[in-house]
């Protein structure tokens, strides 16, 4: 049974910076490895991906060059570095891993949300 587990959201100011990770028990695939976000009113988006067969990422637009996504295998754990925050990211943060292969980084951002096992959220805030 895979569980997939964050930590390390909060509240900061704008131009902060905040590290989330997530554990994920039970996931040994080499497949993708997410987070996506989702604020009120809005649909859940991806943020960055990362696939594990070859470390290779992929950013949402929004987010490339001022987040950074990780993952330690010897702990099972994927990061996000978030520097430079924006009142924009302001949302609830879902790690995510996908049981299937979608053959690149493009490919498991493209796919967006399906196929996934989910974590339970965490919530960042950007005050400006």
């Known amino acids: 049974q895979v569980q997939l587990v964050e930590s390390g959201g909060g509240s900061v100011q704008a131009g902060g910076s905040l590290r989330l990770s997530c554990v994920a028990f039970g996931y040994y695939s080499r497949y993708c490895m997410d987070w996506f976000r989702q604020a009120p009113g809005k649909e859940r988006e991806g943020v960055a991906t990362i696939y594990t067969s070859d470390s290779s990422t992929y950013y949402a637009a929004s987010v490339k060059g001022r987040f950074t996504i990780s993952r330690d295998n010897a702990k099972n754990t994927l990061y996000l570095q978030m520097d430079n925050l924006k009142p924009e990211d302001t949302a609830m943060y879902y790690c995510?891993?996908?049981?299937?292969?979608?053959?690149?980084?493009?490919?498991?951002?493209?796919?967006?949300?399906?196929?996934?096992?989910w974590g339970q959220g965490t919530q960042v805030t950007v005050s400006s």
């Open positions: 995510a891993a996908s049981y299937m292969d979608f053959g690149s980084a493009a490919g498991c951002f493209r796919a967006g949300a399906s196929l996934r096992y």
